[in-house]
């Protein structure tokens, strides 16, 4: 694994940590592919029945970082964010992992942590968290799931209120909507996420993995594929639009931006 990554078995659960703190633990192109190839170690191997992803240091995930990754994002799509393996920590554009995954959070959770809270099965919050989905600020819009799962998911008045004003919220909103299920101190997130994926552990793992099928199926099934082949043809117009030039540009220069809607 890249030490971007690192990956360690607590008996039958797969440990996932993003390190990168450096850059705030930003996903690039390596990254995704790590975590990507650890999402097959733990679907591949019998032995683990649970994975928890997470981020070391202070920060769970900055967001993409924008420099290594929309090059690629322009040039094959969304699902780039796949990474190279089969299954994508997205469960999106390649399959999804068939066993459980606990998410821990803390700190700055910008853009793609969201979409990974969505695409995780339970979500462990630290008191300190910072969800933002900031794309829409950008000129551009999520393409990880988010305007996909997060009506379904947290329902449309809530999805709508952090997807079209990018607004920053804090655990306990999270938690009122449904995007985290527990709430702890901060430094604590690791150790009870650790905690839950231990106890799905020591169920039974058919009628886990069964659970789990069966439950996605009924989510999700035919109306998401329909809306993720929807945001593979929308995307690259947006991606190529003079709006999302400027939202990069108001980015890097720390500005507002100033949409024109061309």
Not at 30 to 37: D, E, G, H, L, Q
Not at 83 to 99: A, I, Q
Not at 110 to 126: C, H, K, M, N, R
Not at 154 to 173: C, H, I, S, V, Y
Request: contains cysteine; proline residues 5%.
């Amino acid at each position: 694994m890249s030490e971007r990554v690192t990956v360690q078995r607590d008996g039958h659960v797969l440990l996932i940590g993003v390190n990168r703190p450096e850059k705030r633990n930003a996903w690039d192109l390596a990254t995704i592919s790590a975590v990507s190839a650890a999402y097959d170690q733990l679907a591949d191997d019998p032995e683990l029945r649970a994975g928890v992803l997470f981020g070391h240091g202070d920060h769970f995930c900055a967001g993409l970082d924008l420099a290594d990754v929309s090059p690629a994002v322009a040039e094959h799509g969304p699902g780039a964010l796949s990474g190279d393996g089969r299954h994508d920590p997205f469960g999106l554009w390649n399959e999804p992992v068939g066993k459980p995954v606990v998410l821990a959070v803390q700190g700055i959770a910008f853009t793609l942590s969201i979409e990974l809270a969505l695409a995780s099965d339970i979500v462990v919050s630290a008191e300190d968290v910072r969800f933002r989905q900031l794309e829409i600020g950008r000129g551009i819009l999520p393409f990880g799931g988010a305007t996909l799962r997060a009506p379904a998911q947290l329902g449309w008045g809530n999805a709508m209120r952090f997807l079209l004003t990018g607004e920053e919220f804090g655990a306990a909103e999270a938690h009122r909507i449904g995007l985290v299920q527990e709430v702890v101190p901060a430094g604590e997130q690791l150790e009870r996420a650790t905690e839950l994926a231990r106890v799905i552990a020591a169920q039974a793992p058919l009628g886990v993995q069964g659970t789990l099928a069966n439950a996605r199926l009924a989510q999700r099934a035919e109306s998401e594929r329909a809306a993720a082949d929807h945001l593979r043809e929308l995307l690259p117009g947006i991606l190529a639009s003079e709006d999302a030039r400027e939202g990069l540009q108001s980015f890097v220069e720390r500005r507002e931006a100033r949409f024109t809607g061309r």
